[in-house]
Structures are given as structure tokens and as C-alpha cells.
């Protein structure tokens, strides 16, 4: 808030509808409003001075005097402020994050309203928020009347953001995300996933004046554990790969397809995303010896309704990286082999993508999954099937990380390959680093050994050791 306030005169433009503008700033920071008529820009300059003369002092970011401000502040609801955030970011968000957030909005949004307030039926509430509200591209077409009789009374009973600074309120709306519909309780990492989206509102609240501080900052209330350690249990080790892929590749449609696709996920330790985006100019596929892939992007299934051009897909750079942003992967001989004889059986699409379904377009997750299921079933023994074992294609990413760290890889370059920070390839792979560490154990106390049988003036075995200084 600043004192610092100048009031200019009333500027007029006859070449726009608005044709009268009034003008000042807080602190240096020009603010203006329009106006039709000269009535209506002088009685709002009139306001403005009457607040500067009565020593209230001007809010820096909106422009507006406090008695204004606080007025509004008390009507801004959580609903309100939601809608506002969503419409701000939208541009600038992808359509997979975009749905994200609408889904976030729409589990939280019910539980922020008016002590005793219930909607009648909160399926049709949670559908008309999801899919309309919380979603910019639907805003040019109007609710369907069930829709909007859902939205007016969540207009009326929305709390005022101001009742988010209560403690109680944020435990009630915290407490909400960990729960479905269905009153069952949520996945721990949705959980944490939808709570990210609702400190990033309270936040934009900070900047708005709305708070001092992020209320969640202060409030005791504790988010679901999330055991993000690859499970041992899950991983197949190469041998199982090996019959795994051979059980893809014997499928009938598009199992011999498919069989370099999930030979990609571990080999090169690809996500799904980046293995339907590969393509033939990024693979340098020698006729002898390792070969590379130079990884670019990926290809996300975002939905219709929630991009720009009404494509169900989107191609995104790599990762939490730059668009211009590259992976080089190194690939052993015999996965090179394996995408060379891929190449020269299927051909390339005609942008150069390795992997389409029948009609060239991008592969489709539920289409590989029913693949990789009757892969499983076919391979696997009951035990293997009941523990879990590669149940999901992914786990063939798991399982190139941790066999890169079985050999013995440095973890660094096991994380620089799998595109991820080290921090989190530590946090993902604890039980597999555990191998490692004690085999660098092994590898130390053999050294400290030999420097012993040194100092004790014994021949080291092996030949002279020597070290730098």
C-alpha cells in the first residue's frame, strides 16, 4: 500500500467506444479506467480524490484505495478467484496440465463453501465444474441448464476468500482431496498432486493482497505418505525382458510392432511418451557396435477438450526441460540390430516416427497395454502374475535403470540417460542403490587392504599400486 498517489485529468479519445479515461498512479505505477460518458469519469475521479484526500492509502498492484479494495476482497469468492487463475494460466499450460488442474478445482471447489451447504446431487456439481467451469475451451458455448443451476449455486455459497486465512476451512478442503467421489480414499500422489494446484491459487492470493502469506505455509495437517521406491518385486531382470519381448513380438496384430516399441522403455530406458515420438533421424543405427538415440520430446494424450486445436494429443519438449532441449542415449548392439530389423519390416511414418498404430497415427496406451497384458500371460508363471511382476510397460523403464546400476553404471550417468535428477533416481532407486554402495564397499576395503599389505612392506599382489598425490 502507498500514499504516493497522483490523480491526472480525465483524458478523452474519440476514436474509441470507451471514449473517456481516467488516469493516475500509485507509487509510480500508471493505472487507468474507461469510461463511456464524461459523467461516469468524473464521478470515479471524484472517488479517487475524495479517498487520496482522506488519507486512505492506494493498494501498488491493483491500483485501488483500500476501502475499494477490502470491499471487493469480501465478495471475491474461492470460486471466484479459481475461475480467475485458470483463465490467466490457461494459455500458457499445456492440455495434460490443464485437465490437471481442472480436476483439482473440481474436488476441492465443493468443500469451500458455506457452513451446512450441500448440493443435491454432486455428481452433476462436480461434472459441471470439471467440464465446464474449470475448462476455458468450453466457455464458448453456453452450460447445459442442468450445468448451470449446479454453477449458480456454487456463485451463492462459494466462501469469500478471505474465510481461506481459517484453519479449519483449509483442513476441511485438504481433507477433501484425499477422498473420490465415491467417499473411498484417494491415491496418495493425486492427493499431493491436487493439494500443488491449491497452493498455487493461495499464492496467486499473496499477490493479489488477499494475504500476507500462503495460509497452507502455517497449517498443521499432513498429506498422505507416498512410497515413490521402485518395488524389487516388480522389476523383471534381463532374462525375464528377454521372454517377455519374444511373448510381444508372437502376439498376433500388432505384437511384432510392438516388440522394439517396449524394447525402447528398456533398453534406452525411455518414457512411453518419448518412444511414440521417436523418430528414424533421431536413431543413429550403426551396422556393428553401440548405437544412439538423440531424444527430443514426447507425444502426451491430453484429450480433446483440453487443447488448443482439438487434437487429442500434444507434443511436449523432454521432461522438465527446455523445447530445444536433447537426450542423447547410448543403445547396446543387439537392441541396434533389433531397431534396424523394425525399420526394415514396418518402414517409418511419414514424419519419420518409428511406432503408429493401422492407421499411421500415434500408438495409444490403452492399445499397447492390451499387448503388454497378454505378453504377461502368456510368460509368466501364476507366481510371477499374482506378485506383480512388469505389470505395468513402464516397469521396463525400472528395469533398465536398475540393471544400468546392477553393472555398476555411475549413478550420475544412469540419471543424465534416464533424464532425471540424481536426487530423484536416489529417491526412486534406494533399494537398488543399496547393490551398489556395497559393492563399492567391497571395491574400497579391497584397496584399504592392499595399501596395508603396502605399508607393512609386503609385495602388493597383482603388480606395484600407485597413487597420485
Not at 502469506?213 to 512410497?227: D, E, I, T
Request: net charge positive.
Amino acid at each position: 500500500m502507498s500514499y504516493n498517489v497522483r490523480i491526472w485529468d480525465i483524458r478523452e479519445r474519440p476514436d474509441r467506444r470507451k471514449a473517456f479515461m481516467v488516469r493516475w498512479t500509485v507509487n509510480g505505477r500508471e493505472k487507468s479506467e474507461s469510461f463511456m460518458t464524461i459523467g461516469l469519469a468524473e464521478s470515479r475521479r471524484a472517488k479517487l480524490m475524495t479517498a487520496a484526500r482522506d488519507g486512505e492509502p492506494f493498494d501498488e498492484h491493483t491500483g485501488l484505495p483500500a476501502p475499494e479494495l477490502r470491499s471487493i476482497k469480501q465478495r471475491t469468492t474461492w470460486y471466484d478467484l479459481a475461475h480467475e487463475y485458470l483463465d490467466q494460466r490457461w494459455g500458457r499450460t499445456p492440455g495434460n496440465t490443464r485437465r490437471t488442474l481442472s480436476d483439482a478445482f473440481a474436488t476441492i471447489t465443493p468443500a469451500l463453501v458455506r457452513p451446512g451447504a450441500t448440493y443435491p446431487e454432486p455428481r452433476v456439481l462436480r461434472r459441471a465444474l470439471y467440464s465446464w467451469a474449470f475448462n476455458k475451451n468450453a466457455w464458448a458455448n453456453e452450460p447445459t441448464e442442468e450445468w448451470q443451476k449446479a454453477l449458480d449455486w456454487m456463485q451463492r455459497n462459494s466462501l469469500p476468500v478471505s474465510a481461506l486465512g481459517e484453519a479449519d476451512v483449509l483442513r476441511r478442503a485438504l481433507d477433501a482431496l484425499c477422498r473420490k467421489l465415491d467417499g473411498k480414499a484417494a491415491a496418495a500422489k493425486t492427493t499431493r498432486r491436487k493439494r500443488a494446484a491449491f497452493s498455487e491459487v493461495l499464492s496467486t492470493a499473496v499477490e493479489k493482497g488477499y494475504f500476507a502469506v500462503n495460509p497452507l505455509h502455517g497449517l498443521r495437517w499432513k498429506a498422505p505418505a507416498v512410497n515413490e521406491e521402485v518395488d524389487p518385486a516388480a522389476v523383471p531382470n534381463p532374462a525375464q525382458v528377454a521372454l517377455l519381448l519374444a511373448a510381444v513380438a508372437q502376439q498376433r496384430g500388432r505384437g511384432p510392432h510392438l516388440e522394439a516399441f517396449f524394447g525402447c522403455m528398456y533398453h534406452a530406458a525411455m518414457r512411453p511418451a518419448e518412444v511414440i515420438h521417436l523418430r528414424r533421424d533421431q536413431c543413429h543405427l550403426p551396422d556393428s557396435g553401440w548405437g544412439m538415440l538423440n531424444l527430443s520430446g514426447g507425444v502426451v494424450t491430453a484429450g480433446k477438450e483440453w487443447t488448443d486445436d482439438g487434437a487429442v494429443h500434444e507434443v511436449h519438449s523432454l521432461k522438465r526441460r527446455a523445447i530445444t532441449a536433447t537426450r542423447p542415449v547410448p543403445i547396446p548392439p543387439q537392441f541396434v540390430s533389433l531397431l534396424r530389423a523394425h525399420i526394415e519390416r514396418f518402414g517409418v511414418a511419414p514424419d519419420g516416427r518409428l511406432f503408429r498404430n493401422q492407421a499411421g497415427n500415434y500408438v495409444d496406451a490403452s492399445a499397447y497395454g492390451i499387448t503388454w497384458a497378454r505378453a504377461r500371460k502368456y510368460v509368466l508363471t501364476r507366481t510371477e502374475l499374482a506378485s506383480g511382476l512388469a505389470k505395468r510397460p513402464y516397469d521396463l523403464r525400472h528395469a533398465g535403470i536398475s540393471f544400468w546400476l546392477y553393472s555398476g553404471v555411475d549413478p550420475a550417468e544412469c540419471a543424465r540417460r534416464a533424464g532425471q535428477s540424481i536426487e530423484v533416481l536416489f529417491r526412486h532407486y534406494a533399494k537398488f542403490l543399496d547393490g551398489v554402495q556395497e559393492q563399492a564397499n567391497r571395491l574400497i576395503e579391497q584397496s584399504m587392504e592392499e595399501w596395508d599389505r603396502v605399508s607393512r612392506g609386503a609385495a602388493p599382489e597383482g603388480g606395484a599400486v600407485g597413487l597420485g598425490p
